[in-house]
């Protein structure tokens, strides 16, 4: 009997309004249904605001330290249900265990750094130009946030949005992407377990095309966070510029890695196989193009496609696997579809370009597979070197100095991470200066990121917004400036300062 599974709502699990459920499927095998899902509708999420209403006026006067101590209970319970989670995850998301586990982690450190902000969250007191007067700022919560959240991260990325949110005194709702709801659920069981206050967390599955725009719209819900697709990016921004919300968007990425000719071309292996294939290609940081020195190309080439030719597909439950299957149908279909454009523009398949053959009755038969591809001859402005394909496609493409390699990574419409292999200290900093991308890594792939320090990107992969670290509670939080005068008179700033040169 497949399990069928709620919303929370009002601090209950409660069905949805509609009566109408979707299902989730193991994308490794379609065969293995995790669970019947809410397909929620309006009338939910109107309940979901009315009491997170009341969950932000229980919340938001609870002191900080004090909800820092709930998220460290989180961190705690997250800890030990960490392989729980991860199996879950896997058998949901499909990526491999180490990484499902990984994704578990980046939620535990992000708990743990919130739980240590509550007896943080500065403001300043600065000097008044008067005298008798004090002049200072702090930082209050704002009210309610919608928190819109992408399938390759099910556990990480809500919590990157989430408990900063909640640090800062904020209610949530929480609307998974559609792939992942079963993590979602474990992730808010742990909330609860962990005494946070039921109204201050509500949990609306559902399609974003309803719950997640409903949700943009409501003026109730005066902070919207979404990690996605650019183009939704783009129509939750223009609503939230008419309606004044606060708006942090995550969206795409086209991260190059760059090899030049002096450097340690074993570690640049290692490192673009894990940063192109690691999770199938399926992060905004992912690896997808490769901007190989001239005078190393042919040689690179060789060692990447012998290494890369080798990497184990299957299910990510599997201990052996390194690479697991996409996470849907439409997600294969546009991975296809690439490799046929980049074929029809010129470039070659040095290596996979297909979904695996040969496997009937296999364990491949019944998941989303593709085969690790690498693409070759990529002239700079092609639609592989430009687009994003979300899945286990590198375009790699040849230039003659550090100043070309740099030039083609900064000509594309996205600027999250960008990666250098070099030696050289001197080329690493200009390439530092100059690489146009919220992130760089020096001799190390584009993906990685740790969850203590700002994560985004520049142009249009977001809105000028940081997640992790200690710039999302600035986000999150509002700052009021206050001014006290004990000086018992008017004193009129800019007009009765002591001193005017
Ligand atoms: C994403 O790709 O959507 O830096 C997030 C990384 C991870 C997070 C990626 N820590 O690759």
Redo the contacts with the bound molecule.
């Keep these: 009997m497949t399990e069928t599974f709620k919303n929370f709502i009002a601090g209950d699990w409660v069905a949805p309004s509609t009566g109408d459920y979707f299902e989730d499927r193991n994308p490794a095998d379609w065969n293995d249904v995790i669970g019947r899902f809410p397909r929620s509708g309006p009338d939910d999420l109107q309940r979901a605001i009315a009491s997170a209403k009341r969950g932000f006026a229980q919340w938001s006067k609870t002191p900080a330290p004090i909800r820092g101590q709930v998220l460290q209970r989180v961190g705690q319970l997250l800890v030990e249900r960490k392989d729980v989670i991860a199996r879950a995850m896997t058998r949901e998301m499909g990526k491999v265990l180490a990484e499902t586990g990984g994704d578990v982690q980046?939620g535990i450190d992000t708990a743990f750094y919130a739980a240590t902000e509550g007896r943080r969250l500065f403001g300043r007191v600065v000097p008044s130009e008067l005298r008798n007067k004090w002049a200072m700022s702090y930082r209050r919560p704002i009210g309610i946030a919608g928190l819109i959240t992408?399938f390759?991260?099910p556990l990480?990325?809500p919590t990157w949005k989430m408990f900063p949110a909640l640090l800062c005194g904020n209610a949530v709702i929480f609307k998974p992407a559609e792939d992942v709801p079963h993590t979602a659920h474990l992730l808010v069981e742990v909330l609860l377990e962990a005494g946070l206050p039921p109204e201050v967390v509500q949990l609306v599955h559902g399609q974003g095309s309803v719950v997640g725009r409903a949700l943009v719209e409501h003026p109730d819900v005066p902070v919207i966070s979404f990690?996605g697709s650019t183009e939704t990016g783009a129509s939750i921004g223009a609503t939230c510029g008419k309606m004044h919300k606060r708006l942090s968007l995550?969206m795409g990425?086209k991260n190059a890695m760059m090899v030049m000719e002096d450097a340690d071309l074993d570690l640049a292996l290692d490192g673009v196989l894990w940063g192109a294939f690691g999770?199938t290609g399926q992060?905004?940081?992912?690896t997808s193009r490769l901007i190989l020195h001239e005078k190393i190309h042919d040689k690179f080439l060789q060692m990447l496609t012998a290494r890369a030719g080798k990497l184990r597909l299957g299910p990510g439950l599997d201990a052996k696997t390194e690479v697991g299957p996409l996470i849907h149908e439409e997600a294969r279909q546009k991975v296809a579809e690439y490799v046929d454009i980049a074929k029809k523009e010129g470039a070659s398949v040095a290596l996979g370009g297909r979904i695996p053959q040969g496997d009937k009755g296999g364990r491949l038969e019944c998941g989303w597979f593709y085969e690790p591809t690498v693409l070759t001859g990529v002239k700079p402005g092609m639609r592989v070197e430009q687009e994003e394909i979300f899945g286990p496609v590198l375009a790699v493409i040849k230039a003659k100095d550090l100043t070309e390699a740099i030039r083609v990574n900064n000509d594309v419409k996205y600027g999250l991470?960008s990666s250098l292999y070099t030696r050289d200290v001197n080329g690493a900093f200009r390439a530092m200066t100059d690489l146009d991308t919220g992130i760089t890594y020096v001799n190390a792939p584009t993906?990685?990121?740790?969850?203590h320090l700002p994560?985004g990107g520049v142009k249009q992969t977001g809105n000028g917004h940081r997640e992790g670290g200690w710039e999302v509670y600035d986000f999150y939080s509002e700052t009021k400036t206050i001014y006290v005068d004990y000086s018992g008179t008017l004193q009129r700033a800019q007009i009765d300062t002591e001193f005017s040169p």
């Design positions: 980046e992408p390759n991260f990480a990325i990690t995550e990425g999770t992060r905004c940081t992912a991470s993906i990685g990121a740790e969850a994560f």
